[in-house]
């Protein structure tokens, strides 16, 4: 039996995304928070269960891209940049692109178990999402706001695996959950927006995306202030009711949103594309000073912050 030349294989591993990993990168505040709590668990240890986490992560999310490749293929064939992509071009072969995406769930499952069965519990939450997401008859990305929040879900299942990857058994707070929820539900309906835009008329938005036919631009820029709300309440809430210093980093987050915002209204805007996103060195340079902030933040004590917020008012039947 003849072997695969690289060449041929090439269209199987593009699919497969493994560019879109820097994704993985919202693991890491599960991993900061759980430290804050639990300091005991820092290590050599608990780098090697990170990587491992991160590797698993990777392998579960591609299986994801490969289904969501291959079910988009029609559709993708009327947008201008997506109808080159490997499957709608016809670069694949669609038996091998569903046993690759069997092959790397199980193969993502199978790194998962090793750091116990809460890990191995998000893990298989994140590819069951991929699956109400892509795959008919449910196919949530076809279905106004449930699209956005569907797939923005894979936030907290992130963050989740993150915190379950050092081996902790405590349970996270559901403020931060939420918070973490509506920030990928503002990346995501952002991204919608730049896509609705790019394409410039509505009809041809509906042929590419079902859910295009009940949004408009107004309807997906109401939907990008309610996820900015909501984060921003949840975030209030998880800051106050656990760790005060993070207030610090609200004019940084505020601006990071704005700035999310801004390259939306772009032509041709990078948000469409986030595994391009690297390319807008501003926002990547703003963006690591936000997270080293927030980082810094879980470990320092300021102590004047309690003092400066400390409530004024008396309680209820106090004198």
Not at 174 to 187: D, E, K, P, R, T
Not at 273 to 302: N, S
């Amino acid at each position: 039996m003849p072997t695969p030349s690289l060449r041929a294989l090439t269209p199987y591993l593009q699919i497969a995304r493994f560019d879109h990993w820097f994704k993985n990168v919202f693991v890491l505040p599960g991993v900061a928070v759980v430290l804050f709590d639990d300091p005991g668990l820092w290590g050599g240890a608990l780098v090697g269960k990170v990587l491992l986490g991160l590797l698993a992560t990777g392998f579960v999310a591609s299986s994801n891209y490969v289904i969501n490749e291959v079910l988009d293929a029609p559709r993708d064939a009327v947008h201008p940049v997506k109808r080159f992509r490997p499957v709608p071009s016809g670069r694949v072969h669609l038996p091998y692109a569903y046993v690759e995406w069997i092959l790397l769930a199980l193969l993502g499952f199978g790194l998962a178990a090793l750091l116990g069965p809460w890990f191995l519990a998000c893990a298989v939450a994140l590819w069951v999402m991929g699956c109400a997401y892509n795959i008919p008859p449910l196919r949530t990305k076809d279905r106004p706001y449930l699209d956005v929040l569907s797939e923005s879900v894979n936030n907290p299942l992130r963050l989740l695996l993150g915190w379950y990857a050092t081996g902790t058994t405590l349970v996270p707070s559901l403020s931060l959950v939420m918070a973490y929820w509506m920030l990928g539900a503002f990346f995501m309906a952002i991204k919608r927006f730049a896509e609705y835009r790019r394409i410039g008329d509505a009809a041809a938005a509906g042929r590419y995306r079902r859910s295009f036919v009940h949004y408009t631009q107004e309807r997906l820029l109401v939907s990008i202030v309610y996820y900015a709300t909501a984060f921003g309440l949840f975030f209030g809430i998880f800051l106050i009711r656990y760790r005060l210093e993070l207030l610090l980093t609200v004019p940084f987050l505020a601006g990071f949103m704005a700035y999310y915002i801004h390259l939306g209204y772009q032509e041709d805007s990078p948000t469409q594309y986030p595994e391009r996103l690297y390319r807008q060195t501003g926002f990547v340079a703003y963006t690591l000073v936000c997270l080293l902030l927030f980082i810094a933040l879980m470990f320092v004590d300021i102590p004047l912050l309690d003092r400066l917020f400390a409530p004024t008012l008396h309680a209820r039947g106090t004198d």
